[in-house]
């Protein structure tokens, strides 16, 4: 029965998390950031593409749960897409593995501009644990510069979301 | 000949708790067919081919090894086809070469790496420019392709997919993978166990636990040292815990690639409650790099027991209601049944482990290998379709409550970790993660560092099985039946 439910439902306490707020520092350094590349504000709507450079899967789950009810990233105006050509962000987890480095660059030639680059995770700051492996060029910025580094491994979904907002703040003006 | 007659023919080495046969080479090639012996992994070191297999009848890991100092082994894929990615990669890595394999184009290596055969004892250089990938063709009329990825249009690993499709209906799936390769076994060679587990525990994120354990017990099988009975407690715990909360994340992502958000958020909502208990208890949400050789890196106080128990009533509370609603809508069971089916005849050439296999009627658990659980515990939707591996999750999912709420209320008292001893030895372990069987084989010099290894995801006999499932479905329908397989990409890509 849909009516008990919905009474229910109407009735009891949401379940989101209060929403976090993003460190004032980091804002104000996204800021700097953009002021010194003369670069467009995106307003307070970011499209995400996800990309997994080559990741152990962890990060992936985090990034996951961001669209759980608990954190309910789409309540700040952040959402994921499926096509970097929709994208103001790329968020970028694991390691940049040599097999994947290639089809990174063309994910970033896709996305229009201005874009932002999120390294989130140990792996995509600078390798993390794969650090010197044949198979594995480094973090991200190895094939382009992220605007914003996550550390963790994984972050968890608290901790990319404020990195998120932040952008978010950076970009309302 | 049988398993048993075929073993007694060869030298067997002291790996621990199964030995391992060096065999000669009619032996090795009457592995091929020998009755009674499901593929479990195929790997190399330098100069040998090994395998694994399950004896099923005297449940036990057989485990099997050939000479190949000329770097050619004979291929066990004609009478085998689950050892056919691994003889592709087995080529990549160690630069051996399956003789009459069914299939030798490459697998893990993209031409990408500095050099060919980074595992081999005499690394090649790579050659400057790699052909590309020939993908298996499909013939007929009006046949064309669909290529998709590396990069997926979701959070998710990458790969590559390329479908023929006539009209709407797949007649033939490839995936590629080897993207997410980082050499996570040659990270590991010279190491300590202690120093080498957190690779382990990163071969593929969500089965932390289960490759960290199966590593773990490898590595006190070899060094004779078993870990203290409050830790395999806590562990085992851990890999239970481990499996309920991938479990919910694959019952409501199945449900959303079937539009049906609703069972989606609620599944979010428990699995939510529970990674956040698994952090009060263990201070990492999915449990990385707390268990480790000789046992676990931390202790589970009466808070933590109490934040975890807390989270598996409201969980056992629920999961009678997300039966409820997933039987009583018809546009949900209309896009499950009869999809992705998995017939007999594959499930028996592949041997699938994991729910994959058991949702196809293959009744095996490593739990009950290790003794760790009764075979009649474990229920069998056996239709093979996206249906039954729901439903088989559904069950298991239970199964896992009681388990960890058993193994949590009577905790034994003892010390966390004994250490392993600098001295040689071999050892092997399965271990039942979400996905399936998760094998680790550890071979220690004598300084207890690592002289040869290989760790092996359930997933290698699940990827094949996948692109088989879905011939025949329409490609609306192949999120669906990808999500309800899960392989992993990352366990694979090594
Ligand atoms: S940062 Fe950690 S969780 Fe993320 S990809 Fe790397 S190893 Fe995995």
Redesign the pocket.
Known sequence: MLWPKLARNLLSRPRTDPPVTPRPEVVAALRDRLAEAGQRRLGRSLAIRHVDAG?????ELECHALGNVAHDLERYGLRFVASPRHADVLLV???LTRNMAEALLRCRAATPEPAWIVAA????VDG??FKGSYAVLGGVEEAIMPDLVIP???PTPTHILEGLVALLEANAG | MTAAALLTTGAPTACAPWPRVVLDRAAWIALRDAPGLDLLALWGAPGFAHAAFLDRAALRVVLASLPAPEGRFPALSPGRPGAVLFERALHDLWRLTPEEAVDARPFLDHGRWPLAGPLSARPAPQAPEAPPMAFLPAEGEGVHQIPVGPIHAGIIEPGHFRFHVQGETIVRLEARLGYTHKGTLSLMLGKSPRAAARFAA?LS?DSTVAHSLAFARAAEAAAGVPAPPRAAAIRAAMLELERLHNHLNDLGFIANDAAFAALHAECGWLREGLLRAQHAAFGHRLMMDRVLPGGVAQDLDAAGVAALRGALARIAAALPGLLRIYESHASLQDRMVGTGVIPPALRDAFAPGGVVGRAAGRAFDARVLNGEMAAEAMPLHAAGDVDARWRQRHAEAGIAIARAEALLAALPEGPLALPLPAQGGEGVALVEGFRGECLAWVMLDDGGLIEALYLRDPSWLHWPLLEAAAIGNIVADFPLINKSVNGSYSGVDL
Do not use: E, W, Y
């Open positions: 990741s152990c899967n962890g990060c987890t694991g390691p995770g140990d792996c995509a993390g644990v963790g491994c994984p | 990163r994120g």
